[in-house]
């Protein structure tokens, strides 16, 4: 492996690392575009584990500064999004090719739950 293609890699993984991440590229995936509202909304819920109708106002803040400080400018940068703080549209990048089967294989590995709750060694 290059030297280029062990750094996208690496950026890759590291990108996919946060769960809020993941949950927000799992959306765009799934519908291509979101709005940033809905998918505050979603994430806490997604955290929590509980009804969106039942995320406080404080939750909904924190996933808010989380998400336009931090993710959304991340995954911006390396093109996987697009966003539009104005309107909170979110749509998926030209880059988002380059992790969508990185991106399946968390999703797989998250949604069985004997593989995401091995015991510590």
């Given at each position: 492996?290059n030297?280029?293609?062990?750094?996208?890699?690496?950026?890759?993984?590291?990108?996919?690392?946060?769960?809020?991440?993941?949950?927000?590229?799992?959306?765009?995936?799934?519908?291509?575009?979101?709005?940033?509202?809905?998918?505050?909304?979603?994430i806490?819920?997604?955290?929590?584990?509980?009804?969106?109708?039942l995320?406080?106002?404080?939750?909904?803040?924190?996933?808010?500064?989380?998400?336009?400080?931090?993710?959304?400018?991340?995954?911006?940068?390396?093109?996987?999004?697009?966003?539009?703080?104005?309107?909170g549209?979110?749509?998926?990048?030209?880059?988002?090719?380059?992790?969508?089967?990185?991106?399946?294989?968390f999703?797989?590995?998250?949604?069985?739950?004997?593989?995401?709750?091995?015991?510590?060694?």
């Amino acid at each position: 492996m290059n030297d280029a293609n062990a750094s996208r890699m690496e950026a890759a993984c590291s990108l996919l690392a946060e769960s809020e991440r993941r949950f927000l590229l799992y959306q765009l995936a799934e519908h291509r575009d979101a709005n940033l509202e809905d998918v505050v909304t979603g994430i806490a819920a997604w955290e929590l584990d509980v009804d969106p109708a039942l995320i406080e106002k404080e939750t909904r803040q924190r996933v808010y500064v989380s998400l336009v400080h931090n993710h959304l400018p991340r995954l911006a940068d390396y093109g996987i999004i697009e966003y539009d703080l104005r309107s909170g549209d979110i749509v998926l990048g030209e880059g988002f090719d380059d992790i969508r089967p990185l991106l399946e294989q968390f999703k797989q590995t998250e949604a069985e739950p004997e593989i995401r709750q091995l015991p510590s060694l």
